[in-house]
């Protein structure tokens, strides 16, 4: 399995609820947005607990892997990306992007979202360069390919569509609403 990187790790085993939540809250705020917190957890009842607390106070919960007694928790802090103002003209909605999947058209997925949130769920064949690595990863895609940038919500992938056309690249669109709801097929970890 591949390793996630997580910008901070947080050591909660041992500890019974509400201590891992009480920890999780105070290491976020030591956090900057769009950065991931591993949460090292024993008690079972922490992914529930965590998983509804980051829905509550608008942080991403990735998803959970066990290792052994470990539950080892991947929370990204929220950056208010949502209300962004979007600015890149070329925009497609998930939907239309599901079609051109189904039919086998020549396209790439771009995902820029964090390594972490890409490993635990995406789309499938989709490269991942996330959008602080874009500028010095523009060699690995072609100019004149038709690229389909995704992020969460359309706010990072409308920044990174609006890069590449600077760059020179042609056939660039941002996909909104995004990852959130997204109802295509996925590869994910928790599968």
């Not at 928790?73 to 999947?101: D, M």
Request: aromatic share 6%; charged share 25%; glycine share 6%.
């Amino acid at each position: 399995m591949e390793t996630i990187k997580a910008n901070v790790q947080l050591d909660a085993k041992g500890l019974a609820c509400p201590m891992p939540i009480v920890k999780t809250k105070k290491a976020m705020t030591s956090l900057e947005a769009g950065q991931v917190l591993e949460v090292l957890a024993t008690d079972k009842g922490s992914r529930a607990d965590l998983k509804a607390w980051a829905e509550s106070t608008g942080h991403q919960y990735l998803g959970t892997i066990e290792e052994g007694d470990v539950l080892k928790h991947f929370l990204r802090k929220s950056s208010g990306e949502e209300q962004i103002e979007r600015k890149h003209p070329n925009v497609t909605e998930n939907q239309e992007l599901v079609s051109k999947l189904e039919s086998n058209e020549k396209i790439v997925v771009l995902d820029v979202r964090e390594e972490a949130e890409f490993a635990f769920n995406h789309i499938p064949n989709a490269i991942s360069i996330p959008l602080g690595d874009l500028e010095n990863n523009l060699n690995k895609l072609n100019q004149e390919d038709q690229i389909f940038v995704v992020c969460r919500t359309g706010s990072r992938s409308d920044f990174a569509a609006q890069i590449l056309t600077e760059k020179g690249f042609k056939n660039v669109f941002n996909v909104v609403p995004g990852m959130t709801q997204w109802n295509g097929p996925t590869v994910s970890l928790n599968s």
